[in-house]
């Protein structure tokens, strides 16, 4: 019966860890992420930043992407439970995609959005790859990030706020007041994909929902979950 007993500290111990690796890796875009209605979902996959390609270390859930077409928009929905701030950087699209980040709150009012960003991180290579940094958060709720290319800007900006900067001080997009009513990114202005429009985006969060556990956190989750099984055997005993 100890025997038994091991065999399930073993077995939910590694299904624990097993699961935060899985989760912690870069998601693929599902394509059909075309409108705010068929967003997809980053929650569930914000884990502490480990990869040295992505800027600063909030908690980042990264995507793979494609720009499939010079039309294409891609959106992505996340939550925010408290007040914070938030980077969006994009990585890896060299030459072949010049993208633009669009954000938006649940009533699809737009926040902030930009174009071009000099380098910031190891990832960004070329002034083609956006940055959209440091968007502060007043509040939580569900909020969306837009990918797509050069020149399919928001449709209404309402009222302009500020330049956004990075830590480093480089320009990082503009920022607007939330007041321009339900809007939605241009689709038929774009027209500088080459290549494919490959690109990786970095959504990091200070205080995102759904977070990843780290492995450590659900190990000593599962030990504690095997001594309880051990105590209540000792129990019966």
């Not at 997809?40 to 600063?56: H, R, V």
Request: with cysteine; aromatic share 14%.
């Amino acid at each position: 019966m100890k025997r038994k007993i091991l065999g399930i500290i073993g077995a939910v111990a590694l299904g624990l860890a097993c699961t935060a690796t899985a989760n912690a890796t870069a998601l693929l875009e599902v394509e059909g992420n075309d409108s705010f209605a068929t967003a997809q979902s980053l929650n569930g996959y914000f884990s502490p930043a480990a990869d040295p390609d992505i800027f600063g270390s909030l908690p980042t859930a990264s995507v793979s992407g494609l720009n499939s077409s010079a039309s294409d928009v891609d959106y992505y929905s996340f939550s925010v439970v408290a007040a914070g701030i938030g980077y969006f950087d994009i990585d890896y699209g060299m030459y072949d995609v010049d993208t633009t980040l669009s954000l938006f709150d649940s009533g699809y009012n737009l926040l902030a959005y930009v174009d071009d960003s000099w380098p910031e991180d190891p990832g960004t290579a070329h002034p083609y790859d956006s940055f959209l940094g440091t968007y502060t958060f007043t509040s939580g709720g569900l909020y969306y990030i837009a990918v797509t290319d050069y020149a399919n800007f928001p449709l209404a900006t309402g009222s302009y706020v500020s330049g956004l900067t990075s830590p480093g001080g480089a320009f990082g997009g503009n920022a607007f007041a939330g007041d321009s009513g339900a809007t939605s990114v241009n689709n038929t202005s774009g027209g500088f994909t080459l290549w494919g429009g490959d690109y990786t985006l970095h959504a990091s969060i200070e205080n995102p929902g759904a977070q990843v556990p780290e492995p450590s956190t659900l190990l000593l989750l599962g030990g504690g979950f095997a001594g309880l099984l051990f105590a209540k055997r000792l129990r019966k005993k």
